[in-house]
């Protein structure tokens, strides 16, 4: 069964701090892995999606990185803002489970003033 | 686009209560899915349909059941409420297949309380 965990479950810095999240996950027979952010109350959003055959994405100041041999994707956030402040999950698509993901707890993000 | 939209925002159900939390995309994707978000459980799947007709229990489907007559709707019943079923409920739809088609996108949610 496939596990995802995310490290570490809280995280907070001052604003301008580029910032790592970590997700590892079990089985690496992945189609895909899927990074979200969800506001307070909010649903989720979709950041960024990572192919199993690619090593990395990039959207603005966010970058995604895939080891899917090693079971780790990592998310960077450049020079981070009070704005960034949410948290981020990440969710993996196994290629047994068709489209069904598996989600991470996900990382509460602060970014201080 | 729309893209995902689920109603209610908020419910009030008392026990035994059933009632059904509606769900609709206009995206035309043939994967639907349902999921409930607890505190310090995560996200776990309830049902999901991969068509019109077509659906599956996911890791969390007592108490729940689905159908999906249409590509677009994909609607949540709960039979018989239970406090246990209090929950964050969010609806995501995405194509079929693998790469970049299949990511999903999610719904603001269904904040459902049984008393």
């Known amino acids: 069964k496939q596990e995802v965990t995310q490290i570490p479950a809280a995280l907070s810095v001052p604003e301008g701090e580029n910032l790592v999240l970590n997700c590892s996950f079990t089985d690496s027979a992945i189609y895909n892995l899927q990074w979200f952010r969800q506001d307070p109350g909010k649903g989720l959003t979709s950041l960024l999606l990572i192919q199993s055959s690619q090593r990395e994405q990039t959207s603005g100041r966010l970058n995604a990185s895939l080891d899917k041999s090693s079971g780790r994707s990592t998310l960077y956030i450049a020079a981070s803002q009070p704005g960034d402040s949410a948290t981020y999950l990440c969710a993996v698509n196994a290629e047994t489970s068709g489209s069904r993901l598996t989600f991470g707890e996900g990382t509460q993000l602060t970014v201080n003033p | 686009n729309a893209g995902v939209t689920q109603t209610p925002k908020f419910q009030v159900l008392k026990t035994g209560q059933s009632m059904t939390l509606q769900c609709a995309q206009d995206?035309?994707?043939?994967?639907m899915s349902w999921y409930r978000q607890d505190p310090g459980m995560g996200l776990r799947l309830i049902h999901y349909?991969?068509?019109?007709?077509?659906?599956d229990q996911g890791e969390v489907p007592n108490g729940y059941n689905v159908s999906r007559s249409t590509t677009e709707d994909f609607p949540l019943r709960l039979l018989s409420a239970a406090p246990s079923q209090t929950s964050v409920y969010f609806c995501?739809?995405?194509?079929?297949?693998?790469?970049?088609?299949?990511?999903?996108?999610f719904g603001p949610g269904t904040r459902l309380t049984v008393l």
């Open positions: 995206m035309n994707h043939e994967y």
């Open positions: 349909s991969v068509g019109a007709g077509i659906t």
């Open positions: 995501a739809s995405s194509y079929l297949g693998q790469g970049k088609r299949n990511e999903q996108f």
